[in-house]
């Protein structure tokens, strides 16, 4: 179950179309000051990542959000088993590699000490992908 205040700035944030600098702040300080606590935070953040145009900064605290979460709030604390890695992988693939969700593999694979194979191949498709799209631009 989400948090009311989160679902509530979810909302605002949809209905807007757009994330801005005070959003994230806000994110971070208020409504997320502990981190992120369930999946389901994490794909309704990430679901919104995928509908809205945000600031930069928005990358940036999503990310470490996310990274926090996977690596060190889920067992086993610093790495990633093959459950999260797969749903994880799953989440991020939804509308390709984007940028953001690119940020987050590789985020996470940095900070863990272990990262299961679903997430690497993630890592591999969008590389594979951005490659591609360089030869055909």
Not at 31 to 48: D, F, H, M, W
Not at 114 to 120: G, N, P
Request: aromatic letters at 6%.
């Amino acid at each position: 179950m989400l948090k009311d205040q989160l679902r509530d700035f979810i909302d605002s944030l949809l209905e807007r179309g757009h994330v801005c600098d005070d959003d994230v702040a806000m994110l971070q300080g208020e409504i997320l000051s502990e981190g992120i606590t369930s999946r389901l935070e994490v794909e309704s953040l990430l679901a919104l990542d995928r509908l809205v145009t945000a600031v930069e900064g928005w990358g940036t605290a999503l990310t470490r959000l996310v990274a926090d979460f996977v690596v060190w709030k889920r067992a086993p604390h610093g790495a990633v088993s093959n459950d999260d890695a797969l749903w994880l992988a799953t989440l991020l693939e939804i509308s390709g590699p984007s940028p953001n969700a690119m940020a987050i593999a590789y985020a996470i694979l940095d900070e863990a000490g272990h990262v299961d194979v679903a997430l690497l191949d993630f890592i591999m498709r969008g590389r594979q992908q951005a490659r591609l799209s360089q030869i055909a631009a």
